[in-house]
């Protein structure tokens, strides 16, 4: 068999960047679960029309198909999800009579996407994801709740760049382009969404050209698109630029409430602004919106976006609003993994291993190993009974800090990064440093760039 060659799109990672994954998705959980969301995980493959039902998506989904399958109709109905949102608006409807609202849930998993592969974009990768749903109604407070909930969770990933969560109102620039006259209120949003990949005078001739709207009202609309702020000073500049509507007001309102409750959590590696030339793309968001940029690492897009659906989920009598976000975990942390940002400190998970002094002694080497792992010291036995030295380099090699040595007065333990030896009983020994005890991420901004 010839040496495989790597599928683009599909990444994979090393032991050691593995760590850099689990610690992700191990704090992540730990995070939603203070806040009281519980873990679901959905199916991989949903209906055709389920999975073409919002946005036009038909380019993006795998098909699954049986490769003997006798009747070619047979499994033409189903898809690979392509994100999360989409099966869990199943899921709710599916399971409405048994889920408690609020339901609230976070999901981590990977989904699928035909998608041209490149830096931070991938055909196969792990999403994270969180939402609030309500049956027929959800206030307002949880649109500022899973903001909250997602900053602190970032804000824990103390290996990750910094980040600037952005967040506008799609109530905002809906009624401004309403009040503005624009004829084409949802067209107009969809090319004020393209202002991070082209250039704003393009834009704006998309406006007058596809939107039908005059080169004042073009104007108007870049201009609302240009205005940022840290607090609620946002207010008072969309309404300098004199349009007026009820559905502004109400955007206004909301989006000044968030910025203001999410102030608090802004430090020098998390801020929150409030920025009007955030849309979103999909057609099913009514309220907030997200994104989320990494510090030195824009280019990547959002990494983390989500917002309000008054409407996602319906079986025709009963409507299920709901508010979620969701971060690209294979998104941001393959490209840093790639360029050597951050990795695992060693390769495998053992803290401590085992020396051999020969091979009749194994079955003793065996029983320290076993006494260590009862009080869950992870460890290994060397496989072979080379020279101590040797030993200590196969641990170095792995990133094992500790080798347990037998010697004629009893166990000694050695840390190999500084050369102590002091005795060890390996029913009661554990490290002095507790991050010892597993693998720990670590971060090398140098190489970042």
């Known amino acids: 068999m010839n040496k495989p060659t790597p599928l683009s799109g599909f990444p994979e990672f090393l032991p050691s960047q593995r760590t850099v994954e689990r610690e992700v998705i191990a704090t992540l959980s730990h995070t939603f679960e203070l806040h009281g ?3 679901i995980e959905t199916r991989a493959v949903e209906p055709m029309d389920q999975l073409l039902r919002k946005g036009d998506t038909s380019k993006e989904v795998y098909v699954l198909k049986r490769l003997q399958e006798q009747d070619e109709s047979r499994d033409k109905g189903m898809g690979l999800h392509f994100d999360l949102t989409v099966p869990f608006a199943r899921y709710v409807l ?3 009579g048994k889920l408690e609202f609020p339901f609230r849930r976070y999901q981590i998993q990977k989904v699928w996407r035909g998608e041209r592969p490149q830096e931070g974009r991938f055909r196969e990768f792990a999403q ?3 939402d609030i749903v309500g049956r027929d109604t959800l206030p307002f407070h949880h649109d500022v709740e899973v903001a909250r909930v997602m900053l602190e969770a970032l804000g824990r990933l103390t290996f990750l760049p910094g980040f600037t969560l952005q967040v506008n109102n799609r109530k905002l620039i809906q009624g401004f382009y309403a009040g503005l006259g624009a004829p084409d209120v949802e067209e107009t949003m969809r090319l004020i ?3 991070d990949k082209m250039p704003a005078d393009e834009v704006g001739k998309l406006l007058v050209s596809e939107a039908g709207l005059s080169d ?3 104007a108007k609309c870049l201009e609302l698109a240009t205005i940022t702020a840290t607090d609620d000073s946002f207010v008072e500049k969309v309404r300098a630029l004199g349009v007026e509507s009820e559905l502004l007001e109400e955007g206004l309102s909301e989006l000044a409430t968030l910025i203001t409750a999410t102030a608090p959590l802004n430090t020098d590696s998390v801020r929150v602004v409030a920025d009007l030339s955030i849309a979103r793309g999909l057609d099913y968001y009514t309220g907030t919106v997200f994104e989320t940029r990494l510090d030195g690492y824009e280019s990547l897009g959002s990494i983390c976006s989500g917002g309000r659906y008054d409407a996602l989920a319906s079986d025709g009598k009963t409507t299920y609003p709901g508010v979620g976000i969701s971060l690209g975990v294979s998104r941001v942390l393959v490209p840093l993994v790639a360029k050597g940002v951050l990795d695992g400190n060693r390769k495998v998970p053992s803290t401590v291993l085992v ?4 091979e009749e002694s194994r079955a003793e080497a065996d029983s320290a190993a076993q006494q260590l792992r009862a009080h869950n010291v992870a460890c290994e036995v060397s496989p072979n009974a080379a020279k101590f030295g040797k030993q200590i380099r196969f641990a170095e090699r792995r990133g094992i800090p500790y080798v347990l040595f037998a010697t004629e007065g009893g166990y000694e333990i050695k840390d190999i990064r500084t050369g102590d030896q002091v005795p060890a009983d390996p029913a009661t020994w554990t490290p002095q440093n507790e ?3 597993k693998p720990q991420v670590v971060a090398n901004n140098e190489e970042k760039k």
């Not at 020396?355 to 020969?358: L, R, S």
């Open 37 to 39: 969301f519980g873990n």
């Open 94 to 96: 599916e399971n409405a």
């Open 193 to 195: 969404d393209k202002l």
């Open 128 to 130: 994270a994801d969180i």
């Open 216 to 218: 004042e009202q073009a």
């Open 355 to 358: 020396a051999v002094a020969d």
């Open 435 to 437: 991050s010892d005890l």
